[in-house]
């Protein structure tokens, strides 16, 4: 009877046997899963840490910018036109050209601007003889403090005051061609007097 025992156990047969209608056993998760997530976290850190970078780069070039920009706009002023600083007034050439026809115009001018400096100055006719307006043309090399004073003084002894710069003013630095002063009436003849009315 030994023959007919049904052996209780078989070491070739696994213990854990599935019967049908039982649930599958769990299958192990693939670590190719946990590898994708950690890529991500890394790619998510690079991006983070980009981002991060560019702002303090953006920030500091901000703070700097401005400090940069001011820096010129407080050394460089815009001047009109400057005069170089070893020219002094009495070194401003002035033609002063009689625009009325009246005698010694021109030269009354000239006495009323050697009190401010300017004693270089020469004078003479104006092709006109009829002016009204005292014309004022300065060179561009010349200061705005010396445009201010010079047209300061023709307006306060002009009825009327024009005043231009110009590039091409080359044999003198400023020229003024005289009008009618306050109070004048123009001169009733229109025959000038050539050379004694400067």
Known sequence: MEE??????????????SFPGAMPPAKKKSNKWIYIVIVFVIIIGVIAFLVF?????????????????????????????????????????????????IAGEAAYLVNQ?????YTSTTTGNS????AT???????????????????????????SVETDTSSSLTSTDIQ???GLRKGATANPSSTPTPTPAQ
């Open 4 to 17: 007919n025992q049904i052996p209780t156990s078989n070491p070739t047969v696994p213990e854990s046997v």
């Open 53 to 101: 970078k560019g702002s303090q780069a953006g920030s500091e070039e901000a703070t700097t910018e401005p400090t940069d920009l001011a820096t010129p706009s407080q050394t460089v002023e815009p001047t009109p036109t400057a005069t170089p600083a070893s020219v002094t007034k009495d070194e401003i050439k002035i033609q002063v050209l009689n625009g009325t026809g």
């Open 113 to 117: 601007l050697k009190p401010l400096g």
């Open 127 to 130: 092709d006109t003889s009829s």
């Open 133 to 159: 307006a005292t014309k004022v043309t300065f060179a561009t090399k010349i200061s705005s403090d010396v445009v201010t004073e010079i047209t300061s003084q023709l307006k306060s002894i002009y009825q």
């Open 176 to 178: 003024i061609i005289t």
